[in-house]
């Protein structure tokens, strides 16, 4: 009898200490469960964007130039339309539509044959609003003032590195470009943005601009409208260029609240 007394003592000491390691490992199921973060916002999904060939243009983006003709652009009459590309000549053009928040592609090439040198070789641009210029110049073994080379801000910030191809080969501009903002008064909120890659390599990472480009003045902000055209420079060189496009940046919209998709 005394012994069995004893038997259903350790029976019940055993008992609790598996209630207990039970208890231990639904605790810490639990907190695996609760350990995860949830950011609690309910963002939407990301629109599906076909990335078309190697290049480009994206599903999404607004075709500015496809190689056929100039009809997205104002004043092109004297720029040359011929075997899938355009040659730059008479006078600056501007895109007919306007952007603000933008990733821009451009493809361009200097004269195979080389003539005259530093800003005299190959100079065109890039013109984002129409009014702050990504330099485009044939600095391939050329040299020219450090602000004014290729993928320079013009006059404000030269390129961080300089992987030109040579005279005539194809090139690459990718750049992302926030618009400055102003407050309803016009004071300056927040400068431009830009980043650019030349040939993929970041020539100019998150630079802001002290305002629009200039050769002769200071640069300054004034109020701007939110949104401007894409303007390509005429610099008395023959520069091509082709398979422009552009696509506006929106940012996603978003909620207070326990995303569903994330379970
Ligand atoms: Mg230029």
Redesign the pocket.
Known sequence: MQRDVSVRRVLRWKGAWAAAAAGIVLVAACSTQSGEFFSGTWWQMPPVVEPGPVGGPPSDAVVLFDGKDMSQWNHAEKWVVKDGYVQSGGNDIQSKQSFGDCQLHVEWASPERVSGSGQGRG???VFMMGMY?I???DSYQNETYADGAVAAV?KQHPPLVNPSRKPGEWQTYDILWETPRFDAKGTLLKPACVTVLMNGVVVQNHFNPLGPTSWDQKPKYTPQPDKGPIGL?Y?GNPVRFRNIWIRPIKELTSKPGRDPHNH
Request: proline letters at 0%; hydrophobic letters at 20%; aromatic letters at 10%.
């Open positions: 100079n065109s641009g210029e330099q485009v110049l013009y420079q610099h």
